[in-house]
């Protein structure tokens, strides 16, 4: 069964840094590109970040490049966000997500991010 | 890509056969998804590829569509699938719609 844990969320101030990890399992994490999706409470789904298999290839939307860092380490099945310089607007649930021939076949259940001074 | 998703908001009651609409702003060429969000809960991928239903979604959720336009159809409506729609087109960046929330009437 594919599991994709989120942790490491919290309330963090402007400006600040926070890193997000996911624990995958249930399948070979090294196959398949991975990626971070968030929603902001009571609004929808947007696309954070994309990394390939080997973790050398990532991709942003233009509202976090240069801000955010995504990456992976397949020796612990893991998935990771890391956040800097982060905004009120970066408040959001933030899902982990496989990515199956670019869209996304299985979430986790999701961490919340709160900035706010 | 801007995805626009319409209604925002559906009423139906139990039984009636709903159709959500997703509309590009370029052509997606057949790179479209569809997400069922309950609320409280992640999503959940039900159709991709426009057409092809994901392993243990029920066969009354159907997608079609070509070039810029799509929809996802509930044949038959029943009490659980009252949720959050959004479609994600794939063929040029990642982008999700806006989102129908389907109710009961």
């Known amino acids: 069964e594919v599991q994709l844990v989120e942790s490491g969320g919290g309330l963090v101030q402007p400006g600040r840094s926070l890193k997000l990890s996911c624990a995958a399992s249930g399948f070979t994490f090294s196959n398949y590109y991975m990626a971070w999706v968030r929603q902001a409470p009571k609004k929808g789904l947007e696309w954070v970040a994309t990394i390939s298999t080997s973790g050398s290839r990532t991709y942003y939307p233009d509202s976090v490049k240069g801000r955010f860092t995504i990456s992976r380490d397949n020796a612990k099945s893991s998935l990771y966000l890391q956040m800097n310089s982060l905004k009120s607007e970066d408040t959001a649930t933030y899902y982990c997500?496989?990515?199956?021939?670019?869209?996304?076949?299985?979430w986790g259940q999701g961490v919340m991010v709160t900035v706010s001074s | 890509i801007q995805l626009t998703q319409s209604p925002s908001l559906l009423s139906a009651s139990v039984g009636d056969r709903v159709t959500l609409s997703c509309k590009g702003s370029?052509?997606?060429?057949?790179?479209l998804a569809w997400y069922q969000q309950k609320l409280g809960e992640a999503p959940k991928l039900l159709i991709y590829k426009t057409n092809s239903l994901q392993t243990g979604i029920p066969s009354r959720f159907s997608g079609s569509g070509s070039g810029t336009d799509y929809t996802l159809t509930i044949s038959s409506l029943h009490s659980e699938d009252l949720a959050t729609y959004y479609c994600y087109q794939y063929n040029n960046g990642w982008t999700f719609g806006g989102g129908t929330k389907l109710e009961l009437k």
């Open positions: 370029q052509n997606i060429n057949n790179y």
């Open positions: 997500a496989r990515s199956y021939g670019s869209f996304f076949d299985y």
